[in-house]
Nanobody
Framework: QVQLVESGGGLVQPGGSLRLSCAASGSILSINAMGWYRQAPGKQRELVAT???????NYVDSVKGRFTISRDNAKNMVYLQMNSLKPEDTAVYYCNAEIRTPVRPWWYTYWGQGTQVTVSS
C-alpha cells in the first residue's frame, strides 16, 4: 500500500520559515504530479502548490514569491519551502501525489495525513 507522510510542521513566528517534506513509499511504479494543499480553521481545503513530473510549478496567489515547491524523483519526495510566513498561513498542510502501482496501474491520487503549521507571535 502506498503511504505519504508529511513532516516539518510546527510553531513559527510571523516572518519565519519552515520546510515541509513529504515522502511516498510502497510499491510505486511511477509518480506524476505532486502537490501541497492546506486547510485553515473554518475554511475549505485549498490548493497551495503543484509540481509536474517535468518540474513545472504553480502556486496560489497568496503564497507566490514566498513558497517554493520542489521534488526529488529519486527519493519519491516533495518539499515545500515556506518563507515570510504570515498568521493566515496557519493550517494543516497535506501533500498528495498521482501514483501508479502494480495493482493499481492508473493514475490514482494519494494523500498524506497532514502536518500542522501554526504561525503566531
Amino acid at each position: 500500500q502506498v503511504q505519504l507522510v508529511e513532516s516539518g510542521g510546527g510553531l513559527v513566528q510571523p516572518g519565519g520559515s519552515l520546510r515541509l517534506s513529504c515522502a511516498a513509499s510502497g510499491s510505486i511504479l511511477s509518480i506524476n504530479a505532486m502537490g501541497w494543499y492546506r486547510q485553515a480553521p473554518g475554511k475549505q481545503r485549498e490548493l497551495v502548490a503543484t509540481i509536474t513530473s517535468g518540474g513545472s510549478t504553480n502556486y496560489v496567489d497568496s503564497v507566490k514569491g514566498r513558497f517554493t515547491i520542489s521534488r526529488d524523483n529519486a527519493k519519491n519526495m516533495v518539499y515545500l519551502q515556506m518563507n515570510s510566513l504570515k498568521p493566515e498561513d496557519t493550517a494543516v498542510y497535506y501533500c498528495n501525489a498521482e501514483i501508479r502501482t502494480p495493482v493499481r496501474p492508473w493514475w490514482y491520487t494519494y494523500w498524506g495525513q497532514g502536518t500542522q503549521v501554526t504561525v503566531s507571535s
